[in-house]
């Protein structure tokens, strides 16, 4: 779980939102994140929800798979 508590964060408010890009917006309630940050070195993520565990990697050709 600390992997995904460094790896999170939140597009922090700013003054001057017309200086951002669209993908810099996110929708209140939404955080984004990097692949890069959330994966670093490895190629699968366990990630525990409502006491399932589902996997999450990356395949050879970069795409993302998520399976329970």
């Given amino acids: 779980m600390d992997v995904l508590v460094h790896a999170l964060h939140t597009v922090p408010n700013q003054t001057n939102p ?6 810099s917006l996110a ?6 994140t990097t692949s890069q940050a959330l ?7 366990h990630i525990q929800h409502d006491g399932v565990v589902y996997r999450l990697r990356k395949t050879s050709l970069g795409k993302l798979i998520l399976t329970k």
């Fill in 39 to 45: 994966f670093r070195n490895a190629v699968e993520i």
């Fill in 18 to 23: 017309s200086s951002l890009g669209p993908e």
């Fill in 27 to 32: 929708p209140q309630g939404m955080i984004r």
